[in-house]
Nanobody
Framework: VQLAESGGGLVQPGGSLRLSCVAS????????MSWYRQAPGKERELVAV????????NYADSVKGRFTISRDNAQNTVYLQMNSLKPEDTAVYVC????????WGQGTQVTVSS
């Protein structure tokens, strides 16, 4: 099982990033997928959840209206489009197969700073 995130980096406040997570080793198309984030000194936060069919189940209140989760089952990939980024969005963003068993990626660093 592998979840490989990419797309993180340094961006100025107000900017955008698109994170990708490519999955392998399990049946991606049948899996609920999610993005979490963890900032230094803070608890891990569930950012967004999407069903196997592409229905968005949940966004954290802190990202509603700015972030969009989506997926491409043909490419075994889940995305997180992040717009209007704020310094408080700075965190390691981790892709996760939701449910049991949970599979986690290694994460990608997002830093929002001027």
């Amino acid at each position: 099982v592998q979840l490989a995130e990419s797309g993180g980096g340094l961006v100025q406040p107000g900017g955008s990033l698109r994170l990708s997570c490519v999955a392998s080793g399990f049946t991606f198309s049948n899996s609920v997928m999610s993005w979490y984030r963890q900032a230094p000194g803070k608890e891990r936060e569930l950012v967004a959840v999407i069903t196997s069919g592409g229905l968005v189940l949940n966004y954290a209140d802190s990202v509603k209206g700015r972030f969009t989760i989506s997926r491409d089952n043909a490419q075994n990939t889940v995305y997180l489009q992040m717009n209007s980024l704020k310094p408080e969005d700075t965190a390691v963003y981790v892709c996760c197969r939701f449910g049991a068993p949970k599979y986690w990626g290694q994460g990608t660093q997002v830093t929002v700073s001027s």
